[in-house]
């Protein structure tokens, strides 16, 4: 089974990795042992592939640390579900191949530890036995979160998502 690690509003990419853990300050670390390393130890330690991040307004608040959302993406966070994402983090969540949704009504119904499971391509999420609809991502995000990211959707076609390729 999935976990549901919950967080307040407000979490700033500095809770998310602290400066100091920064791949430039730690080259051979991976960043994703530091998710959470101060903020909230016990996901630090316990947090497995394929868990989700439920969280309330401005989720990614701080600074441009596109580090911070590389530290959950190598965690294997399945997706974080918000009232609302930082714009700075919604775009370097995009660009990593990072699903993120926006549901207000969804993060009030759930709770910290719930156990899930996520259908995340059928746009299902099950709690406690009860079925959620999910958000449906736009077609460009949802191509470039498919394909990994940016990078990796541009390696794959040549162009982004809409754009034709130059003759």
């Not at 608040?61 to 993406?73: D, H, I, Q, T, W």
């Not at 926006?102 to 406690?128: F, I, K, Y």
């Not at 990078?151 to 162009?159: D, E, L, N, S």
Request: hydrophobic share 40%; with cysteine.
């Amino acid at each position: 089974m999935t976990r549901i690690w919950k967080f307040g509003s407000d979490v700033d990419t500095d809770q998310i990795v602290p400066g100091r853990y920064a791949p430039y300050m730690r080259p051979v670390e991976d960043v994703g042992t530091a998710a959470f390393i101060e903020a909230h130890p016990e996901f630090n330690k316990n947090a497995c592939p394929g868990d989700i991040i439920v969280a309330g307004e401005n989720f990614g608040c701080g600074s441009s640390r596109e580090y911070a959302v590389l530290a959950l993406k190598n965690r294997a966070v399945a997706v974080i579900i918000a009232h609302s994402f930082a714009r700075i983090f919604y775009r370097n969540a995009v660009n990593l191949g990072m699903a993120l949704i926006e549901a207000p009504d969804l993060v009030d119904n759930l709770q910290d530890g719930d156990d899930c499971q996520l259908d995340l391509p059928s746009g299902r999420l099950t709690v406690n036995g009860q079925i959620f609809d999910l958000p449906v991502f736009s077609p460009f995000t949802e191509a470039i979160v498919t394909a990994g990211g940016v990078i990796p959707y541009i390696q794959k076609f040549g162009v982004l998502p809409g754009e034709k390729p130059e003759d």
